[in-house]
């Protein structure tokens, strides 16, 4: 049974810095585009940052580009996201997603993914 499990999660104040993990339970971890999301409440769940497997590179949506950075260590098989001048609308649930099969085009949608983690919360106050 595949598994991926965030940690790190935490209330912060604005303008400070967390980062989260992903350890996952897939092999080989190498071949996975793992990617970050979030969904935050009454709202739909929303691309963060991927980083393709088979030594592709990384992607980042627009509102977190320059503040967050997605890195993977294969050997752990684990993912992270070191978030970094949080503000309040960076509150929301964040997702780890693993697929094996993604075309570059799809790499930002969350249905594409097919392993996905139970989400760890990030609060941001201002």
């Known amino acids: 049974q595949v598994e991926l499990v965030e940690s790190g999660g935490d209330m912060v104040q604005a303008g400070n810095s967390l980062s989260l993990s992903c350890v996952a339970s897939?092999?080989?971890?190498?071949?996975?585009?793992v990617a970050w999301f979030r969904q935050a409440p009454g709202k739909e769940r929303e691309f963060v940052a991927a980083?393709?497997?088979?030594?592709?590179?990384?992607y980042y949506a627009d509102s977190v580009k320059g503040r967050f950075t997605i890195s993977r260590d294969n050997a752990k098989k684990a993912v992270y996201l070191h978030m970094s001048s949080l503000s309040p609308e960076d509150t929301a649930i964040y997702y780890c997603?693993?697929?094996?099969?993604?075309?570059?085009?799809?790499?930002?949608?969350?249905?594409?993914?097919?392993?996905w983690g139970q989400g760890t919360q990030v609060t941001v106050s201002s």
């Open positions: 997603a693993a697929s094996r099969q993604i075309i570059l085009s799809s790499t930002t949608m969350a249905d594409q993914y097919h392993y």
């Open positions: 897939l092999d080989p971890f190498s071949a996975y585009t």
């Open positions: 980083f393709r497997g088979r030594g592709g590179r990384s």
